[in-house]
């Protein structure tokens, strides 16, 4: 047996496999007995050496293991393809957004992978794209603000339909109706001319010039083909197939495009993922977020520490921040949370609701100045032996 099989065994955490399991795991078929007690001897070793000691203050090692090498991150922002339209944040910044659990990330966006049929075709791919991509009515033909008449004409440019794959029609009824839904803009009356593939929009004060002009503008910004939120696409050709990658975020919408691999289609948004896809994805999402901004960074942190903070940030079935509106703020220590901010409040406040501090964690007893109830702070003495 190979070295590196043996690593990927103990890596594996396997105590309780049985020789078949092990043999399947491996694929070897000649695995001795003892061979295999050999190895599961190792196993047994490393698994025992690779448990947290009873008493074992995880918390504040989690916290210095993580917080020691923030300290060496720089900030950085990564190109996709050298567009500079698109970017994602990295470094100490992305850090502290996935810990601070923000709804909105500064730069939202996705990585969408392909099924079969289509991630090895160019064209397929694009055709994609343009089901993602935010297309604005100014792109599919000309716009005209007529002064004279009070109207904003659009002439329709019937090749850029058919290149994009969508219909006239398709543009006549979205544009009217996004304005009015989404730009909660009504003042306005419409008339469809399709042998002239011409849409105009009348305003229906005609003695304003600002209508006229607010409704040119609510016309040219109007989308009508694409996701909302979903400001660019990139398609890049990586490893024989065709990845998109977006500026923007809305993964409930891009799972219904036809052509996307669900199971494998991510975003960096956290929020997100815990609400389409539950909060056991939110959690996995916070620790692959973390790691792979840690290791871009070229810092080995070891996994475990960041399960736990991810265990203490969606324990409660949402994902909460690690600050003073989430895992501190809601503390029941009264020391705890006033040694962490707004000292005063926390104070005034548990006196007024007659508040006791029970001293069970760690920064309330440092702060009375008695052992933490943690390593051998933990142990008490029961019986003197005389």
Partial sequence: MKQSQIDVIEAADLPKKTKDDLIA??????????????????????????????????????????????????????????????????????????LDARKIPSTPSMTIYLQDEYCCDREKAREVSWQIEAAHLSEFGEIVTDMLDMKVRVRINRDVCKKRKITIEEIFERAPRKIRDKNHYRDFECEEDLADACLTFIPKDQDSYQNLFALAENVRKVIVQGIDDIERVVVRKENEEYILYTEGSNLKDVFEVEGVDTTRTRTNNIAEISDVLGIEAGRNAI????????????????????????????????????????????????????????????????????????????????IVGQPIQLGTGDVKLIAKKN
């Fill in 287 to 366: 620790i692959d977020e973390a790691l792979n901004t840690l290791r871009e960074q070229g810092l080995d942190v070891d996994v475990r520490h960041i399960m736990l903070v991810a265990d203490m940030m969606c324990i409660d079935g949402e994902v909460k921040q690690i600050g003073r509106h989430g895992i501190a703020g809601e503390k029941e220590s009264v020391l705890s949370r006033a040694s962490f901010e707004v000292t005063v409040n926390h104070l005034l406040d548990a006196a007024v609701a007659n508040e006791t501090d029970i001293l069970e964690g760690v920064t309330e007893n440092v």
């Fill in 25 to 98: 795991y491996i694929g070897e078929k000649d695995l001795s007995d003892e061979t295999f007690n050999a190895i599961m001897d190792r196993i047994n070793i490393e698994y025992a050496n690779s448990r947290i000691e009873p008493c074992e203050a995880v918390g504040i090692i989690a916290a210095q293991s993580i917080g020691e090498p923030g300290t060496q991150m720089t900030m950085r922002t990564f190109h996709f393809a050298g567009v500079a339209e698109i970017n994602v944040t990295l470094g100490l910044p992305r850090l502290i957004e996935i």
